[in-house]
């Protein structure tokens, strides 16, 4: 925004808040660091504070967007801490001339049109002319923890990432097909591919797009006839990304485009990068010869977060946060949010913004309080029926054995493994479970648990039935 406009409407005064502001900005900054900052940030201009609320403009609706989704908690947060009578953000956008209307006193000026400069984009949003969708600051291979259950998909992004730079310019797979459920980083791994090219190579030319976004492009191509353009701009790409394909199974028009570009890049030696939400074999409405060729290159899920890794993750972010946070709270949370790091960041986040609001640590009760929804949410909601339902199909007897008094070998040990289970599984009680095992004793449940328990050191046949049916009933 114009410098000379602003002065002329405060006269040089410093307007009221605008300290704080600086001080608001400069802890973001910090936060999120300098490349995030210069992209995103850097033209918010404080406009005022009043009633409670904040304002802040930006000079493009996508940076009002942007901000709104990315930043404007945290934004609220630390000006919550400068000056406790913020309670609402608002962010509007000002282009320069609205900017030049105001400045004047309401008085409308139309600016003219020469003078105009161009508004400052964030300049990510050029990757790939204006086909690719902008990439999250956050989402960098540094930002990135590696654990088991990633390490394979993290590798080969980050192979496609330095070969793709590489004065060669080779395709050490293609495509790179990475799959994995819900929040478990996909996004993260293609943008963190995305900005290493743009740092070391800016000349290269990356595309990266959701499924849905590429068929809407296509779609609107063919609208206005210009498919050929569309086609040139995807078959001139050294690298396509192409995000959540899952999506683009069952349109048939869409899948024989793509399969003809996905061809003619391949073809050409360009790099491609997928991601799902299943493998490619699994995935349902999708042709067999896409199915096929999906395959050809270096297949990589993400499996579910471990302990370790969720650790990982939240040890890493609390450091990000400058906040002084008690290990205990990170393992409580690293134990209890197991569904996906989303959630466990949504956790963070809100524990992050509870200390801030009240200035001190939190306590592990307060903790649970304060994230009660998201715990109950991620119970296992294994129930001792679907124990005894698994494991009675597993040894292949009857249900009903689980519950009979028979004490045959063949029925007995099942039904141990089974009342194990329950108690590893469920937060039953050790009467509750003997209740449900045809009005057994506690003691009987207790010696059941520790049977198994000699048996899994002793029998590996055993420990392996066992290990298989707890991953069945968990996933
Ligand atoms: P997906 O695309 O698989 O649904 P995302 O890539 O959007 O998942 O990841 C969800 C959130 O979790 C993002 O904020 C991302 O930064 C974070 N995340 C996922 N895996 C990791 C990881 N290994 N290290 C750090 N952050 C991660
Ligand atoms: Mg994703």
Request: hydrophobic share 45%.
């Amino acid at each position: 925004m114009p410098e000379a406009a602003r002065s002329d409407r405060v006269e040089g005064a410093v307007l009221v808040g605008e300290g704080e502001w600086g001080r608001v900005i400069g802890r973001l900054k910090q936060e999120v660091g300098e490349a995030a900052y210069r992209s995103w940030l850097k033209s918010m201009r404080f406009e005022r504070v009043a009633d409670g609320e904040g304002v802040i403009a930006v000079p493009t609706r996508f940076l009002r967007n942007w901000v709104a989704t990315h930043y404007a908690d945290r934004l609220l947060a630390l000006w919550r801490t400068e000056n406790e009578q913020v309670n609402r953000l608002a962010i509007i956008v000002e282009p320069r001339v609205a900017a030049f209307a105001q400045a004047k006193d309401e008085e409308m000026v139309t600016a003219p049109a020469a003078l105009a400069e161009p508004l400052a984009m964030p300049d990510i949003v050029e990757v790939g002319a204006n086909l690719s969708a902008p990439l999250d600051p956050r989402f960098t291979f540094e930002n990135f923890i590696v654990g088991k259950p990633n390490e394979l998909a993290h590798a080969a992004a980050r192979r496609v990432a330095e070969a793709c730079v590489s004065p060669a310019h080779s395709v050490p797979f293609n495509p790179l097909f990475l799959y994995g459920g819900v929040g478990l980083g996909k996004t993260h791994l293609m943008h963190a591919i995305a900005w290493h090219v743009r740092m070391q190579a800016p000349g290269r030319k990356v595309i990266y797009l959701s499924a849905e976004k590429f068929m809407y492009q296509f779609i609107r191509a063919l609208r206005f006839r210009s498919t050929m353009d569309f086609k040139d701009q995807f078959r001139s790409v050294d690298l396509l990304m192409i995000d959540d394909v899952q999506f683009i199974s069952g349109k048939d028009s869409t899948q024989e485009e793509f399969f003809h570009t996905f061809n003619a890049l391949v073809d050409q030696n360009r790099q491609i990068v997928i991601s799902a939400d299943k493998s490619p074999s699994d995935l349902a409405g999708l042709e067999e010869r896409m199915r096929s060729r999906l395959g050809w290159g270096l297949v990589a899920d993400i499996h579910p977060t471990t302990y370790e890794l969720r650790l990982g993750i939240l040890q890493s972010k609390a450091e990000q946060s400058a906040l002084r946070l008690p290990q205990k709270i990170l393992e409580f949370l690293a134990h209890k949010i197991v569904s996906n790091v989303r959630e466990l960041e949504g956790a963070l986040n809100r524990i992050i913004a509870q200390m801030q609001l009240v200035g001190r640590e939190i306590t592990l009760e307060g903790a649970q309080d304060l994230l009660h929804d998201l715990l109950r949410a991620n119970e296992r909601r294994v129930t001792i029926d679907e124990i005894q339902r698994r494991v009675a199909e597993h040894f292949n007897i009857k249900m009903a054995e689980m519950t009979s008094s028979r004490r045959a070998r063949a029925v007995a040990r099942p039904r141990q493994v089974a009342m194990y289970l329950s108690k590893q599984l469920t937060s039953r009680s050790l009467p509750e479970i003997g209740r449900k095992f045809g009005g057994r004793d506690h003691t009987t449940v207790i010696h059941a648990v520790k049977k198994i328990e000699e048996l899994i050191e002793s029998d590996s046949a055993l420990a392996e039935d066992v290990e298989l049916l707890r991953r069945m009933l968990q996933s």
